[in-house]
């Protein structure tokens, strides 16, 4: 029986701090695996809208709630990018770029002459 004392001491059963310890630690890693899943999807998944590209204006400006996306196509694209480059705040100068990329100039260059 000289082996039991020893054993006990060596393996002690999980008390309530034990277990509290390994739950915050499990809570944790789950914590983190969701959130690294969430930065990987949402670097890779660039969203509904995608990049500026064939008569379609995608713009990301800044907002009171950290960020807002604008979006339009065919004649809602135009009428953005002409008041974009009109326009001389930060929101037209943040758009211009983009009309670009969609294919859509200002009106005194789309004649050529």
């Not at 990301?60 to 694209?77: D, F, I, N």
Request: some cysteine.
């Amino acid at each position: 029986m000289s082996g039991m004392p020893g054993q006990a001491a060596d393996s002690p059963l999980p008390g309530p701090r034990r277990r509290r310890r390994l739950t915050l630690a499990a809570a944790g890693a789950l914590t983190v695996a969701v959130a690294s899943g969430l930065t990987a999807w949402g670097v890779a998944n660039p969203g509904a809208y995608g990049r500026s590209h064939d008569g379609c204006v995608t713009v990301t400006v800044p907002s009171s709630t950290g960020g807002a996306l604008e979006h339009g196509c065919g004649g809602s694209a135009r009428a953005m990018c002409r008041a974009a480059f009109a326009g001389h705040d930060r929101l037209s100068l943040a758009t211009r770029p983009q009309c670009r990329l969609a294919g859509i100039e200002p009106a005194a260059t789309r004649g050529g002459g």
